[in-house]
């Protein structure tokens, strides 16, 4: 195995960082790494904003479910979906402009995931840790005000970066037949395996550093499916220009 597949394979969440700042120009190398992702026609419609106001730093940890590492990382990204500035394109040469539609709010949104995995697996390279901050869509308006974001642009997640101050174990994945299919989607045997799983899963958590509540992938999974996920959502994407059409 190489030296990329022993890092991508070696990936933890990270939540406690050193009081370290990266070193002059290296977010910079890292963001221009993520860059060379794959991007859908070109459209490259990622916009980050990096935050270093202490005090917006904070309001987005209280956003975020009161999350202290927001705060507390060396550096902290909101990777957004940017519609806005293909818009202006359409505005340039007088054509309409279509971003309203579904596929191309995928687009954006997939740019934006391919963007910021690239930023992780260069960051994580250079010795740092990496936490994403899917919470930021608990409050998606006031994150908005906050960054100033306008119309056809929306916060899809934050990106927490820095010197790691604890080591985790890594967190066990699907067994591969569970996820990788052959010519069609035949999951008669998963369920074996996925006992097998839920059984490491549930060893996991009983033995990883700090504890853990010690439940199943699969309990998991049936908890977050069974409830209401950020209702909100919908209502605040067409209020941002995303109308579903």
């Not at 987005?60 to 590492?69: S, V």
Request: hydrophobic fraction near 35%; charge should be negative; proline fraction near 5%.
């Amino acid at each position: 195995m190489n030296a990329t597949m022993e890092l991508l394979q070696a990936h933890r969440s990270i939540r406690k960082f050193k009081d370290q700042p990266l070193a002059d120009g290296l977010l910079e190398q890292i963001i221009t790494a993520g860059q060379c992702a794959a991007t859908s026609s070109f459209l490259q419609g990622a916009t980050i904003i990096r935050v270093t106001s202490q005090e917006s730093r904070q309001a987005l940890a209280g956003y975020a479910g009161n999350q202290p590492y927001v705060a507390a990382a060396a550096e902290f990204l909101v990777f957004c979906a940017d519609l806005r500035r293909a818009g202006k394109c359409c505005e340039k040469y007088q054509k309409p402009f279509s971003g309203e539609y579904t596929e191309q709010f995928i687009i954006a949104t997939v740019d934006a995931a391919l963007f910021a995995q690239n930023v992780v697996v260069a960051a994580e390279s250079e010795g740092l840790g990496i936490c994403y901050i899917g919470g930021l869509r608990n409050n998606p308006r006031q994150v908005s005000d906050l960054l100033k974001l306008p119309r056809g642009v929306y916060p899809v997640f934050g990106l927490c970066l820095g010197y790691p101050d604890q080591d985790p174990e890594t967190k066990p994945r699907l067994p591969l037949p569970v996820i990788l299919k052959q010519d069609t989607y035949d999951d008669s045997e998963d369920a074996a395996l996925i006992e097998d799983y839920d059984e490491a899963v549930r060893e996991y958590y009983r033995n990883r550093t700090g504890g853990g509540h010690g439940i199943c992938w699969s309990e998991q999974v049936s908890t977050l499916l069974s409830e209401k996920s950020r209702p909100h959502m919908r209502g605040f994407l067409a209020e941002q220009g995303f109308d579903f059409k």
